[in-house]
């Protein structure tokens, strides 16, 4: 006679399987809380790391840097909240708001003297200028991070690379590749020509000329006619004038 | 930093498009402020009061980098002042300007300081004195214009604080100061 299938049988099953859910449960709390511990001891002996560094946090820009990338390389920003313990430990949101603050400030100054294109390296050096009684030291890596905060207030302060440099950008001027390609060439000598500029580039005549003239009407170009070969040289005050010695 | 005897250069003295006016409005409108106040700073330092358009006037030539300013330019520049009150044609054809870094006004408020430190209430000098004697050494009055000098001085006797007479010659006048 064929055994049919009994209410035992599956009952059986099913105790097997509460069992098999059981004991994995316990594996994965077992898991969680292990890791848990870990991610507790991971915070406090970053917090006693930050504590015990605060000053060199502060201070050193090269130490802080690296304090940065230790950072991100766990995932955790130290910027992210104002609010959080980073901010109390060591006061950093507030240094990068700061900095943003002085940052536009400097933007502002200059605009109308760059039209509104500032070289990274030179907002820099005013920063530090007009930071000099704080007496902490702002690297362009410093610089980077604070406008990069900047940008939530959607006042498009943008970081641009233009060849080597970084400039920052503080108007909302659009600039197109054949800008990029101008004001690129412009670091070198701090000026180009129509010349240079169909003949470095292979451009049309038209080409250049219009472009030219889109950046001297935004005001990041300014015309010299005075040198002698009578050639109308167009200079870039935001890669080429120095109001730091 | 360049520098003219003791007077510092700012940088766009040595950046050359500063010598070119600029076409765009608002270039342009920073290019003059610029210009008028290394104008007005450098002739406070150096006791200038008139700048000839035509002359070789310091600032309006920059060797080190080949530059000079246009007649235009400098015409710009110098009305750019005028229209703020703190400079003057001295002629129709803006040949020359008179330079005003300190106003009438203010000068007429130097004198009477001048006046209260040295104790010369209800005394008498001459014009010439006021501008080269021994107590104003050392102040703003000493080597000043002298039309500047007695456009001030007729101010002052407007409002009563002193009284000009004609001395023996035309070009001796004097001064009483009253109390």
């Known amino acids: ?245 | 930093m360049q520098k003219l005897g003791d007077f510092k250069l700012p940088h766009f003295f040595n950046y050359p498009p500063y010598f070119t006016l600029q076409p765009v409005k608002d270039t342009r409108q920073k290019q003059v402020q610029l210009w008028k106040e290394l104008i007005l700073d450098y002739c406070r330092t150096q006791k200038i009061f008139v700048i000839g358009l035509e002359d070789d006037f310091p600032l309006f030539s920059n060797s080190a980098i080949e530059r000079s300013l246009s007649h235009e330019a400098r015409d710009i520049f110098l009305s750019g002042l005028v229209s703020d009150g703190r400079a003057e044609w001295m002629d129709k054809g803006h040949k020359k300007c008179l330079i005003l870094w300190l106003r009438i006004q203010d000068w007429a408020d130097c004198i009477l300081r001048f006046v209260k430190d040295n104790g010369l209430e209800d005394s008498v000098m001459t014009v010439e004195e006021i501008r080269s004697g021994i107590e104003s050494r050392g102040t703003e009055l000493h080597g000043m214009d002298r039309t500047v000098l007695m456009r001030a001085l007729r101010m002052l006797e407007q409002k009563g604080k002193l009284a000009m007479f004609k001395g023996s010659s035309a070009d001796d006048e004097g001064v009483k100061f009253s109390a």
């Not at chain 1, 304090?67 to 130290?78: L, R």
């Not at chain 1, 990068?96 to 940052?103: A, H, M, R």
């Not at chain 1, 950008?169 to 169909?198: F, W």
């Not at chain 1, 049309?204 to 030219?212: F, K, N, P, T, V």
């Open chain 1, 1 to 245: 006679m064929r055994r049919r299938p009994g209410i035992g049988g599956l009952q059986t099953a099913a105790a097997t399987r509460d069992q098999y859910r059981l004991v994995g449960e316990n594996v994965a709390r077992i898991k969680t809380d292990l890791m848990k511990e870990q991610l507790a001891t991971f915070r406090s002996q970053l917090e006693d790391f930050a504590r015990k560094h605060k000053n060199d946090i502060r201070k050193n820009p090269t130490f802080r840097s690296q304090f940065h990338e230790m950072c991100a390389k766990v995932g955790v920003d130290p910027l992210a909240s104002n609010k959080g313990f980073w901010a109390e430990l060591l006061g950093i949101g507030d240094f990068y708001y700061e900095l943003g603050v002085q940052i536009v400030d400097i933007c502002l100054a200059t605009r109308s003297l760059n039209g509104g294109l500032i070289n990274l390296q030179e907002l820099c050096n005013l920063l530090c200028q007009k930071r000099k009684a704080a007496r902490e030291s702002v690297t362009e890596d410093d610089c980077l991070r604070a406008i990069s905060k900047l940008k939530v207030l959607g006042s498009g302060f943008e970081v641009i690379s233009v060849g080597k440099k970084k400039l920052v950008r503080s108007v909302p001027t659009e600039l197109n590749k054949d800008h990029n390609e101008i004001l690129d060439m412009a670091q070198g000598q701090g000026y180009v020509t129509v010349e240079e500029v169909k003949r470095r580039l292979s451009w049309s005549s038209g080409r250049a000329i219009d472009a030219l003239e889109t950046l001297l009407e935004e005001g990041l170009a300014m015309i010299d006619d005075g040198h002698k070969d009578g050639k109308r040289r167009y200079w870039f005050p935001c890669v080429s004038f120095v109001t730091t010695s």
